[in-house]
């Protein structure tokens, strides 16, 4: 996703871009995949996020014009939990921090508007109502459409091999990435996610359209953070946990799916969700790269000005996909970027840390 939104950003102010893939993009053999994501604005896992989530949105609207591709549908999204839980204080500050619109829902209120959530004594929810769910493989594939040069079926073995080619080069390799750089701490997660049919009493009262089930992320003591997207289809509902997977590498991931994988999903859909019946449609695996703190790296290396790494997005990036590439294009193009970046430098991992000059003049 990221080096597709990359080259597309670069593509569009005029720079010649080769875009290389071991794989033939879109694939479900990473992290970009699953025929749905959640993107959201009031963001719990810290408010510096907001400006980027407030300028992508713009962005994707921009890609579904410049291909006719339908990618991004507003739906909404609650972020549930005690009133003390990270997700709903985090909502809370980001909404109130960036003037967001996002209400807080009591336990009454709650459970009087959305009867497919299990409601229970001191449950609330942040409805943010700049949220929705976008269509991962269409997004790529469109943002690669816009570019001209797409290598696909090629491995890249060295970022060295490629700097006597290029002026400069962008890892946006994903779970491959500890493959090309040793100076980000990194480990791979295996995720696991399930499409749940929907029970007859629920389909009939439409509880999870998308005009009526914002999608979620709801964080409880068993779970920690569960999500959910609305029905796509009208008979499924998808369910995962976010985070909380075994550690792998993308050449030895299970890709198989067996009941000791679907029983804790299984759990919390009976829990958590009315209306959902234990039937499986279908399941997928995917992959997060996680740094030691969940959040991004989007940074030169520190050896060479003329490579950018912008992967390890821990499993919380692909709705900033554009923005994370017209950030790459500025550090390509411009030796620095306008936005607020700090929070995503490498060189938090780092003794002495190394930060990119957020601030440049626009020379190269």
């Given at each position: 996703?990221?080096?597709?939104?990359?080259?597309?950003?670069?593509?569009?102010?005029?720079?010649?871009?080769?875009?290389?893939?071991?794989?033939?993009?879109?694939?479900?053999?990473?992290?970009?995949?699953?025929?749905?994501?959640?993107?959201?604005?009031?963001?719990?896992?810290?408010?510096?996020?907001?400006?980027?989530?407030?300028?992508?949105?713009?962005?994707?609207?921009?890609?579904?014009?410049?291909?006719?591709?339908?990618?991004?549908?507003?739906?909404?999204?609650?972020?549930?939990?005690?009133?003390?839980?990270?997700?709903?204080?985090?909502?809370?500050?980001?909404?109130?921090?960036?003037?967001?619109?996002?209400?807080?829902?009591?336990?009454?209120?709650?459970?009087?508007?959305?009867?497919?959530?299990?409601?229970?004594?001191?449950?609330?929810?942040?409805?943010?109502?700049?949220?929705?769910?976008?269509?991962?493989?269409?997004?790529?594939?469109?943002?690669?459409?816009?570019?001209?040069?797409?290598?696909?079926?090629?491995?890249?073995?060295?970022?060295?091999?490629?700097?006597?080619?290029?002026?400069?080069?962008?890892?946006?390799?994903?779970?491959?990435?500890?493959?090309?750089?040793?100076?980000?701490?990194?480990k791979v997660e295996r995720q696991v996610h399930g499409?749940?049919?929907?029970?007859?009493?629920?389909?009939?009262?439409?509880?999870?359209?998308?005009?009526?089930?914002?999608?979620?992320?709801?964080?409880?003591?068993?779970?920690?953070?569960?999500?959910?997207?609305?029905?796509?289809?009208?008979?499924?509902?998808?369910?995962?946990?976010?985070?909380?997977?075994?550690?792998?590498?993308?050449?030895?991931?299970?890709?198989?799916?067996?009941?000791?994988?679907?029983?804790?999903?299984?759990?919390?859909?009976?829990?958590?969700?009315?209306?959902?019946?234990?039937?499986?449609?279908?399941?997928?695996?995917?992959?997060?790269?996680?740094?030691?703190?969940?959040?991004?790296?989007?940074?030169?290396?520190?050896d060479d000005r003329g490579v950018v790494v912008i992967?390890?997005?821990?499993?919380?990036?692909?709705?900033?996909?554009?923005?994370?590439?017209?950030?790459?294009?500025?550090?390509?193009?411009?030796?620095?970027?306008?936005?607020?970046?700090?929070?995503?430098?490498?060189?938090?991992?780092?003794?002495?840390?190394?930060?990119?000059?957020?601030?440049?003049?626009?020379?190269?």
């Open positions: 996703m990221a080096g597709a939104a990359t080259a597309w950003r670069l593509t569009l102010r005029g720079a010649d871009v080769v875009c290389f893939d071991r794989h033939s993009p879109p694939h479900d053999l990473g992290s970009s995949h699953g025929e749905s994501r959640i993107i959201r604005t009031a963001y719990f896992e810290g408010s510096w996020y907001v400006p980027l989530l407030q300028e992508v949105f713009p962005m994707w609207r921009e890609l579904e014009a410049a291909t006719g591709t339908e990618i991004l549908t507003m739906t909404g999204a609650l972020m549930i939990g005690g009133e003390t839980s990270e997700v709903v204080v985090g909502a809370i500050t980001s909404g109130r921090e960036h003037n967001l619109d996002a209400e807080l829902l009591d336990t009454d209120e709650f459970r009087r508007r959305y009867p497919g959530h299990v409601v229970r004594d001191g449950d609330v929810a942040v409805l943010d109502r700049q949220a929705g769910v976008l269509n991962p493989e269409r997004a790529v594939a469109a943002m690669l459409s816009q570019v001209p040069d797409v290598r696909t079926g090629q491995k890249v073995d060295s970022i060295a091999q490629l700097r006597e080619d290029f002026d400069a080069v962008v890892v946006a390799a994903g779970p491959w990435t500890p493959e090309l750089i040793d100076w980000i701490p990194l499409w749940f049919s929907i029970a007859r009493e629920a389909e009939a009262g439409n509880w999870f359209a998308p005009d009526r089930f914002p999608a979620f992320v709801r964080e409880s003591p068993d779970s920690k953070f569960m999500y959910g997207i609305p029905s796509l289809d009208g008979k499924t509902i998808k369910v995962g946990r976010h985070h909380q997977g075994e550690t792998t590498d993308p050449h030895r991931i299970r890709r198989r799916v067996d009941e000791v994988d679907i029983d804790p999903l299984r759990l919390l859909t009976a829990k958590h969700l009315r209306g959902v019946s234990g039937h499986v449609a279908r399941t997928l695996t995917c992959m997060y790269t996680n740094t030691p703190d969940d959040h991004f790296v989007i940074d030169f290396s520190p992967s390890a997005c821990s499993g919380h990036g692909f709705k900033f996909g554009p923005v994370i590439g017209d950030i790459a294009a500025d550090l390509v193009l411009d030796g620095g970027t306008r936005r607020d970046i700090t929070h995503f430098s490498a060189g938090r991992f780092a003794a002495a840390p190394h930060v990119p000059d957020h601030h440049s003049d626009g020379h190269k």
